[in-house]
């Protein structure tokens, strides 16, 4: 049988850190059938899983970026910034750092990202890679044909991000490009610039 982590130091371990919003991530794994509402303990291969169902439905957010973040899934104010998804300095820094690397070695030096919320954009821009040209589309604005194909055209890669603020009609523009650009465009299916890091890594190490 596999070992028991507590629940709650499993939730500090990813970002949780106050009582109100471990209150409320028990509350979402009881709801998915993952926990058992009278135990404060699991067992611990469930970890990934569970922090997997977190990140789809919570959104971890600082006191800062509370206010001005419009996120679809359920906002939880985290006490340290370090749990904080958007401004997370440490983490994004370093899965940022650790995919430019990876762009880098594969001779991709401008990359377009598609969708995402301002606040998430800004803390793009500030982690970004200084190595690697980036492009950011807001996926509201009025977006035409012709500003898409010059995207393509200059991009070595296209990063979409779905479920995020981006309408139908500007992803689009770059899901039906012609197919000499189709390698180029990736889907991020998560939102949270982890999970943009991680997602270019495996797509250019596979
Ligand atoms: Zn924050």
Redesign the pocket.
Known sequence: MSKSVELSAFFREIGFDNQASQDRAKAVLVEAGKVRAERSSMSEDKKPGCAEILAEKIVR??R??ERDEDDPREKVVVTN?SG?E??DGSTNKKALDDAGAVMLKNNVKKVVVVGGSPGIHRNLVTLWPKKIELRIVDGTESHNEKASKANLLWADLVIIWQRSELKHRVSKLYTDAESNHKSKVIMVPRRGIGALAERVKTHLCT
């Open positions: 957010l600082c800062a970026c910034k904080c958007y401004c």
